[in-house]
């Protein structure tokens, strides 16, 4: 964030000098001059800029306009008025209004020597900055720097270098975190808060831009609790937040941070920053391929933009409304001229990541309409970003390399293209630490491995499809966990949000006003989503398997990974060393049965046992079982199954399908993960067995298990609280958790399990050290995954696998509690006699539905075996 300020006569110098301290103190200095009969007009003036520029940073734009006025009609000499104008032109620029603004601070610099003049230049370097001329207000930020170094001027140097250093992170150019530092440190020195934090926090902006995601994310944190804490509102600062968040991508929370920003800097009249904000929204609706919103967020910016005389931003504007034109199908020359056209605008206006999408872009649809020659050009122009630039940007210039040598009918260097553009992105993904980051990563792989697994197909190679599905997918359980820091912060506010959720749960089933309670537990949510992402990286990447490694490790079972290739689905299978590939039909059909099929089962469970809804679940369970395993069957003949699924399959209730059904079933996120976890030693810890409240059916369940489950630990009532659970989870063997359990499709990491002091999260059990052996979940919907681009899974599932566990029994659907007592203790009696869980959770299932029972087959079928059975 650019500052500004200046200098004046004694009484109201202190009103002027306490803006970036804290503006309100500043203001009631400022009024206090104004009261003064001994005032002078230089005085008043000064006073009136204070106000003004204090108002500036509580966001009153209106209000500082009024009182920078004032200063300047209030002025007795030439040069307080001159400072004034400074000022002036400095919020000008923030209200929009940018040639006005320039006009002001140009006209000041006449007036104004030494240190003066060296404010005015910084000024004017602001207003440069804000109209997108950034090579004039480098220079001018450079100017200001030599004055203040030859006046002996440590505050304007600092606020100078603060500018210079925010606009070259924004550039991409080379020392900011030197600028930024030191400014900093001046700041802090000088007792300055405000301006420290907005220095602290142009840091974090530069660290984002590098790609260093983790460190901005705790800046960010850092300093907004500072913000707080001076109570100084920054809604401008949202869209640095949105820019994070969508370089993650963390789409839908930078859905929700751009739309909010639109809604704040409106509100405050704040022009400039709104129209970034519009640009904002409509980045993030054409990621989320809401393209109607992208159109119209970006036409309104790029009107914006263009009677702020900010033509740069327009350009950038322009290049989202563009790409929504070709996201829409749209191929004529003349949105390819247009599209050229624009990245050449951002290239040289430097906005090299929106050029770079550009020209690729301008690339396939070059090549769409037959100019291939065009096509390889700008492709192999767009190639050369996979030598400099953050990670994303490098993988995009591997891509463009790899399209241009399809074009050319190079497959072979294609396929090595990509595979060095996911190997860039796997670097990248490992310095994330935290498992939600890594997980929204998939989004930038996706294009590279979709291409690769293209050439694959086409080519008619299984072992090659599967290579590229796996290096792809649920890359973030390829992964050695980072175990979260111990961070009182993160564990308070944990604990705080479960005494919330606890008492929200409470106001809504007693029917009392529960918006105060639904708004805190928002804020801690995003709290604790800011400290647990957190987590330094440095994990290290295991290699995807090849055909003869599961092979060896398959022994007798087939395994059966499905694939979306376009909208077809595909599915590589491996049985006794080879592998082949396989056409499933159309990949929206699977899909729509899948849906149909859960729907079925779930009507069967909680409305009742009917000869309609049976008919209706076995309906559906006979389509999608054709779909899936009618091209596969004289293969997989009576084997065990190894199933990897593909996006919304994940959710599948597999043994209520025919050709499941009875059968050994594991499923897994990846052959991978698969892999890893069938080769782990089952742990040999002591059993633990957990009954949350509200639950009778769970108490009654746990206590007769613990008759086939001798010596076991048993968690019940007021002793089954999270802290006491997370901790038998470390190192035990077996974990059996009878409990209410809640899905959150929004955050799985926030999916829950209820226990006595409350819900116990998906992000607490990131902490466990030494991973339990098998873990069996008796709550609804417990085995519901978050599924993100790649494949990749968040939820209890994800956690528990990725830190180790080797197998998880859990729940794809609701199921009643009394029935589901019986299957339980029949499964843990199976494995106690030496069955594997997938070969004991099949038998159960067999054993406990009763023939023309709907709702024993649904409750059933709700239990799938993840991981390694």
């Known amino acids: 964030m650019p500052d500004s300020t200046g200098s004046g006569a004694p009484a109201a110098q202190a009103a002027l000098d306490a803006v970036q301290r804290y503006p309100p103190e500043a203001i009631s200095i400022a009024q206090q001059v104004l009261a003064s009969q001994t005032a002078t007009d230089d005085d008043r003036s000064t006073a009136e800029r204070a106000i003004g520029l204090a108002l500036r940073e509580l966001n009153d734009l209106t209000g500082a306009l009024r009182h920078l006025r004032r200063a300047v009609r209030a002025a007795g000499t030439p040069r307080t008025r001159a400072l004034a104008r400074m000022s002036l032109g400095y919020v000008l620029a923030n209200a929009g209004r940018t040639a006005a603004a320039l006009r002001a601070v140009t006209a000041a610099l006449p007036q104004l020597t030494g240190a003066d003049a060296g404010r005015a230049r910084m000024q004017r370097g602001v207003v440069l900055h804000y109209r997108g001329r950034y090579a004039e207000a480098v220079r001018d930020y450079g100017i200001a720097i030599d004055i203040a170094q030859r006046a002996d001027d440590p505050l304007l140097e600092a606020r100078a270098r603060n500018n210079r250093g925010l606009l070259n992170a924004h550039r991409g150019s080379g020392g900011t975190d030197d600028d930024l530092s030191r400014a900093a440190a001046v700041f802090h020195r000088l007792g300055l808060d405000l301006a420290a934090a907005d220095a602290r926090?142009?840091?974090?902006?530069?660290?984002?831009?590098?790609?260093?995601?983790?460190?901005?994310?705790?800046?960010?944190?850092?300093?907004?609790?500072?913000?707080?804490?001076?109570?100084?509102?920054?809604?401008?600062?949202?869209?640095?937040?949105?820019?994070?968040?969508?370089?993650?991508?963390?789409?839908?929370?930078?859905?929700?941070?751009?739309?909010?920003?639109?809604?704040?800097?409106?509100?405050?009249?704040?022009?400039?920053?709104?129209?970034?904000?519009?640009?904002?929204?409509?980045?993030?609706?054409?990621?989320?391929?809401?393209?109607?919103?992208?159109?119209?967020?970006?036409?309104?910016?790029?009107?914006?933009?263009?009677?702020?005389?900010?033509?740069?931003?327009?350009?950038?504007?322009?290049?989202?409304?563009?790409?929504?034109?070709?996201?829409?199908?749209?191929?004529?020359?003349?949105?390819?001229?247009?599209?050229?056209?624009?990245?050449?605008?951002?290239?040289?206006?430097?906005?090299?990541?929106?050029?770079?999408?550009?020209?690729?872009?301008?690339?396939?649809?070059?090549?769409?309409?037959?100019?291939?020659?065009?096509?390889?050009?700008?492709?192999?122009?767009?190639?050369?970003?996979?030598?400099?630039?953050?990670?994303?940007?490098?993988?995009?210039?591997?891509?463009?390399?790899?399209?241009?040598?399809?074009?050319?009918?190079?497959?072979?260097?294609?396929?090595?293209?990509?595979?060095?553009?996911?190997?860039?992105?796997?670097?990248?993904?490992?310095?994330?630490?935290?498992?939600?980051?890594?997980?929204?990563?998939?989004?930038?792989?996706?294009?590279?491995?979709?291409?690769?697994?293209?050439?694959?197909?086409?080519?008619?190679?299984?072992?090659?499809?599967?290579?590229?599905?796996?290096?792809?997918?649920?890359?973030?359980?390829?992964?050695?966990?980072?175990?979260?820091?111990?961070?009182?912060?993160?564990?308070?506010?944990?604990?705080?949000?479960?005494?919330?959720?606890?008492?929200?749960?409470?106001?809504?089933?007693?029917?009392?006003?529960?918006?105060?309670?639904?708004?805190?537990?928002?804020?801690?949510?995003?709290?604790?989503?800011?400290?647990?992402?957190?987590?330094p990286g440095g994990v290290g990447v295991v290699t995807p398997p090849g055909v003869g490694v599961l092979a060896g490790r398959l022994g007798s079972r087939v395994l059966v990974e499905l694939v979306a290739h376009g909208d077809r689905l595909r599915a590589v299978l491996v049985r006794d060393g080879r592998a082949g590939l396989h056409d499933l039909g159309p990949l929206p059909g699977a899909v729509h049965l899948a849906r149909r099929h859960r729907f079925a089962l779930r009507r069967l469970v909680t409305t009742g046992d009917t000869s309609t809804a049976r008919a209706g679940a076995d309906h559906a369970a006979a389509a999608l079982d054709r779909q899936l395993f009618d091209p596969l069957r004289r293969q997989l003949g009576d084997r065990p199954l190894v199933i990897v699924p593909v996006g919304v399959l994940h959710a599948v209730p597999w043994s209520g399908l025919p050709t499941c059904a009875g059968r050994p079933v594991t499923v897994a996120p990846s052959a991978t993960a698969w892999l890893r976890a069938d080769g782990r030693r089952p742990s040999t810890g002591p059993s633990v067995l957990a009954c949350g409240p509200r639950l009778p059916a769970g108490r009654a369940e746990v206590r007769r298990l613990a008759q086939v489950l001798p010596g076991a630990t048993l968690l019940t009532g007021a002793d089954a609280t999270a802290d006491a659970l997370t901790a038998a989870l470390d190192g035990a063997g077996l974990v059996h958790i009878a409990a209410h359990g809640t899905f959150r499709a929004d955050n799985p990491q926030f999916s829950t399990l209820e226990l006595a002091d409350g819900p116990l999260f998906a992000y607490e059990w990131e902490r466990v050290s030494r991973p339990p052996g098998c873990v069996v979940l008796s709550a609804c919907d417990s085995g519901l995954t978050g599924v993100r681009p790649g494949d990749e899974v968040m939820g209890f599932t994800a956690v528990l696998l990725a830190l180790g566990a080797r197998c998880l029994i859990a729940t794809v659907l609701p199921v009643p509690a009394e029935p589901t007592t019986a299957l339980m203790l029949d499964l843990h009696r199976r494995m106690r006699a030496g069955s594997r869980p997938a070969q004991a959770l099949a038998d159960s299932q067999q054993a406990f539905v009763a023939p023309g029972d709907g709702t024993s087959r649904a409750t059933a079928a709700a239990f799938v075996c993840l991981g390694a059975g």
Request: aromatic share 4%; with cysteine; glycine share 6%.
């Open 201 to 535: 926090w142009n840091g974090g902006i530069a660290a984002g831009q590098r790609g260093d995601i983790a460190v901005a994310l705790r800046c960010f944190a850092d300093v907004d609790e500072e913000y707080r804490r001076l109570a100084v509102p920054r809604p401008a600062l949202l869209l640095d937040r949105f820019e994070l968040l969508l370089s993650v991508p963390l789409l839908d929370e930078a859905v929700e941070v751009a739309a909010v920003a639109v809604r704040e800097l409106h509100r405050r009249g704040m022009a400039s920053d709104l129209a970034e904000a519009l640009l904002a929204r409509a980045r993030a609706a054409l990621l989320a391929s809401d393209l109607d919103t992208a159109t119209a967020a970006a036409a309104q910016a790029r009107v914006r933009f263009r009677r702020q005389g900010r033509r740069t931003w327009a350009a950038f504007a322009r290049h989202v409304e563009l790409r929504a034109e070709f996201r829409r199908g749209t191929r004529t020359a003349a949105l390819l001229t247009a599209m050229v056209r624009t990245a050449g605008q951002l290239d040289a206006t430097g906005w090299p990541g929106p050029a770079l999408t550009t020209r690729i872009e301008a690339g396939l649809l070059a090549a769409a309409t037959g100019r291939v020659d065009r096509a390889v050009a700008l492709l192999e122009l767009a190639a050369q970003a996979r030598r400099r630039g953050t990670a994303p940007r490098r993988a995009q210039g591997w891509y463009a390399l790899a399209r241009s040598r399809r074009l050319t009918g190079d497959d072979p260097g294609a396929a090595r293209a990509l595979r060095r553009g996911l190997a860039v992105l796997d670097r990248h993904r490992t310095s994330l630490g935290a498992t939600e980051l890594r997980a929204h990563s998939g989004t930038y792989g996706q294009e590279l491995a979709a291409e690769g697994l293209d050439i694959a197909i086409r080519a008619g190679a299984p072992a090659r499809t599967l290579a590229w599905a796996e290096r792809w997918r649920a890359n973030t359980l390829r992964m050695r966990p980072a175990l979260p820091p111990d961070d009182p912060d993160l564990l308070a506010a944990l604990t705080e949000l479960r005494l919330v959720s606890s008492l929200l749960e409470d106001a809504v089933l007693a029917g009392r006003p529960a918006h105060a309670l639904r708004s805190r537990q928002a804020r801690l949510e995003r709290r604790i989503q800011d400290l647990a992402r957190r987590v």
